[in-house]
């Protein structure tokens, strides 16, 4: 079956440590995308790439970076430079040219304390 | 830029009765216009999707929705809820040149027996 996987599905780490998001999706799609959620504040766009080896910041991308060095996966780092790192998660990706409907993994809760 | 209203933060219906679910958008052209579902821990599914043609769009789960220019609006609907329903709301706009979708805060929906 196609789809959009995130690991792990929950994550605890120690304020200061860096840490990894893993996204993978084999759907062939070119654009991929990281939101932020948080309660009562929807969802909210951290990076999204359209294409291998490019991406772009979205509305806050302060504390994060990302990486598309595949087409399939698209990891994101949340640095100790992020200065309220504990939220959920999560990745989407969509066919790209002439299509805007968005396919989202089932997310990760990262817990920094 | 757009940007996505969805006035209610959440809603009770009784089983068996009908739902309406409010979003407006703010956009200056046509935008695409979607409905996701969430489930708690989940990530979000799409439930239908309007980019252009006929303004009542039907989705899975028997849910329908409707775009209003004259409103700027694109409420969902569904004629009988059921309990399975119960689940977190989310209306998004889309924007030409943007591929990453604006979302609004949520609706929760409770479902009472």
Redesign the interface.
Known sequence: DGGITQSPKYLFRKEGQNVTLSCEQNLNHDAMYWYRQDPGQGLRLIYYSQIVNDFQKGDIAEGYSVSREKKESFPLTVTSAQKNPTAFYLCASSAGSGSYEQYFGPGTRLTVT | AQS?TQPD?HITVSEGASLELRCNYSYGATP?L?W?VQSP??????LL?Y?SGDTLVQGIKGFEAEFKRSQSSFNLRKPSVHWSDAAEY?CAV?ATGR???T????TRLQVQP
């Open positions: 996505v933060i695409y979607f996701y821990g989940q990530g979000l599914q799409l999707k980019f989310f889309g591929r990453a979708l979302f609004g805060s949520g």
